[in-house]
């Protein structure tokens, strides 16, 4: 798999943070998890619900020491969602996504969430037009 980064941007690969000073192609040659800062949520950007479940998920991808503490509070965060949504749709999806962090596959997860962003903006702030999201 080949990453193409430009100066400044960061890349979160199995837990260690690598930031770039120039434009550079990386070519992993391996599998490993990895983030690019780009897709990285901020603690204080976490103001919602959807975004609270990727916050922590994230933390799962970024710090793999950190999964097994993880999880719990990861999936209980999912249930506390589903519980406040009554959008079909979203709760179908979290649940696809509550299985997806219970298998470790927490990239996937956080592109299914940053995929319901929109939904959740809407529904939970009405009339507030299509913003753009500053997070992933």
Known sequence: MNISLRAGDKLYLNGAVIQ????VSIELLNKVKFLLGTHVLQAAEANTPLRQVYFVVQTML???SSTAASLGPARKMILDAI???GDPSILSELKHI???VSCGNC???MK?????????REIMFPGSGSA???AA
């Open 98 to 100: 509550d299985r997806m």
């Open 112 to 120: 299914s969430l940053r995929a319901l962003f929109e939904q959740e």
């Open 132 to 134: 753009t999201s500053n």
């Open 83 to 85: 519980s406040v949504f």
């Open 107 to 109: 990239y996937e997860a």
């Open 62 to 64: 970024m710090d793999p």
């Open 20 to 23: 770039v000073d120039r434009k």
